[in-house]
């Protein structure tokens, strides 16, 4: 019986040296990560990368928030763009056959969605005469004359005019 006891202390003995052996390895290497982790620790300027790491989320969620507001104010932008005059295109011309100087005028004013503006400024010898008639989505509210209609063929509500025509 005192045999086994023998080996059982022997046994015992084996294994509190390899506890040891493990130990001192597990030590060794928890060393090493702690001083990685001072490593880092410096080169973050003293804040900890769990701290840096929520600090990192925080900024992404207000850019997030940022672009949104952006996208917003581009589609608003786009918005009042389109109704905006974009377009002008002047056109001269003579009025009567005996004025041979090209003093009347029409100008054509438009915006994407082909609403637009024709003014027109009509010289006589015995004085001006202007007038303006409005395009709403390519149709004028009031018959357009040849040279009214060149200036706004220029322009963006011409090619609306075209495919409504």
Do not use: W
Request: proline share 1%; glycine share 8%.
């Amino acid at each position: 019986m005192e045999q086994y006891y023998l080996y059982g202390f022997i046994a015992l003995g084996v294994l509190l040296i390899i506890a040891f052996i493990m130990i001192y390895l597990l030590y060794g290497k928890l060393n090493r990560i702690q001083k990685k982790q001072l490593r880092l620790d410096e080169k973050l300027s003293g804040k900890k990368a769990e701290d840096l790491l929520y600090d990192v989320l925080e900024e992404e969620k207000e850019l997030k928030r940022e672009l949104k507001a952006i996208r917003h104010e581009i589609m608003e932008l786009r918005e009042k763009q389109s109704r905006c005059f974009d377009k002008v295109k002047i056109v001269r011309y003579h009025t009567t056959a005996d004025n041979e100087a090209k003093l009347s005028y029409s100008v054509g004013l438009s915006n994407e969605k082909g609403d637009g503006l024709v003014i027109t400024g009509l010289q006589y010898r015995q004085g001006c005469n202007m007038y303006y008639k409005q395009i709403k989505e390519g149709v004028p509210d009031f018959e357009l004359s040849q040279e009214e209609r060149i200036s706004l063929d220029r322009t963006n509500a011409g090619d609306v005019m075209r495919k409504r025509g």
